[in-house]
């Protein structure tokens, strides 16, 4: 993997590199903001570095990164500027590890952290390189001691569930494999992120552009069935104007707070959100209209998780973004 450029946003850096094939791979790392009452308000209010910069987490408290999984990616959601890249196949297990190797080579002054969270989530589904992405996930400890590292890992698994993979597995398969590693290599600190977007399953599958995944109550039926120990699974919801979020349909098919934990996040403005005329439900702006759609979640005993910090459309540094610039220029 060869280095090709970087990008700055006030709370951390997307890194560009380039396959042997010639084929941009993008990564990330970023500090975390805090985001107790006021300090939220002022964070969520400003693209004022100086007033960003102030809030910024120690590296040793948390420090957030991603890495890519595909060479593009095999779907393309509506919502992401990956799907623009066109889909080169799946990256090997040596240039994901590879990724992290160099963020952490670019942030030598990281020596320590009790939270590293890792998301391998920038480009690719990583369902379709399942095998190539847990190796590594178990491995981190191994690579960050190598480098001198005293970091405790939270590998986050962020996926569509595809009903049948690129290599035949099922979607199923997909969350026993992730769910063995959570449980019994990282006792059960894992992040299992689902993409879920819509309780509206038409619309839901229209927003992953015709992809097959399972379905809400699928995923439900067999994550009730499973151990699943600390960290608890997350359901993803990109919240966008017109696209349904119905919480007593969740609860009717059996969403429970044991299992389950549920994220709201602002739809990012990409350029494919706005050719499918896509618009956030919420934001900056009115952050008040998501803090009630996850009160409407807390009513029926399911933790929420809000995320409207991470201001990356404003400096056109979304998933794929920058790899679609180099690839243009
Ligand atoms: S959101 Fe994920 S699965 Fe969908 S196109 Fe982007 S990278 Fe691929």
Excluded at 197 to 222: H, M, P, Q, W
Aim: glycine content about 6%; proline content about 3%.
């Amino acid at each position: 993997m060869n280095y090709k450029n970087a990008f700055y946003l006030p709370s951390g850096r997307v890194f560009l590199l380039e396959t042997s094939d010639k084929y941009p791979i993008e990564c990330t790392e970023m500090r975390d903001v805090t985001i107790g009452g006021k300090e939220h308000y002022e964070v969520r209010n400003t693209l004022d570095p100086h007033i960003i910069w102030k809030h910024l987490k120690d590296y040793e408290e948390k420090w957030l990164m991603t890495v890519s999984t595909q060479r593009g990616c095999p779907h393309s959601c509506h919502f992401c500027d990956v799907a623009e890249l066109g889909f080169k196949g799946d990256l090997t297990e040596q240039e994901i590890e590879e990724q992290v190797r160099f963020i952490l080579t670019a942030t030598p002054y990281v020596t320590k952290s009790n939270k590293v969270k890792i998301g391998f989530a920038r480009m690719g589904e990583p369902a379709h390189n399942v095998d190539n992405v847990l190796n590594v996930v178990k491995r981190l400890p191994e690579i960050s001691s190598s480098m001198g590292r005293d970091f405790k890992w939270l590998p986050c698994f962020n996926s569509i569930l595809p009903r049948k993979t690129t290599k035949g597995e099922s979607g199923f398969d997909i969350i026993d494999k992730v769910l063995n590693v959570k449980e019994n290599n990282y006792d059960g600190f894992l992040h299992f992120q689902l993409s879920i977007n819509s309780t509206d399953e038409v619309k839901r599958k229209e927003l992953f552009a015709g992809a097959d995944v399972l379905s809400i109550k699928e995923i439900i039926d067999y994550m009730n069935t499973k151990t699943i120990s600390n960290r608890t699974v997350t359901l993803n919801f990109i919240v966008m104007d017109g696209i349904e979020v119905d919480v007593n349909k969740l609860a009717d098919i059996g969403l429970n707070g044991d299992k389950f934990r549920v994220k709201l996040i602002p739809l990012n403005d990409t350029i494919r959100s706005q050719t499918k005329h896509l618009n956030t439900y919420a934001n900056y702006t009115n952050y008040e209209e998501l803090i009630k759609l996850g009160d409407k979640f807390n009513t029926i005993g399911v933790p929420i998780v809000i995320d409207a910090i991470a201001k990356c459309e404003e400096a056109g540094l979304c998933c794929g973004q920058l790899a679609h610039i180099f690839i243009n220029n």
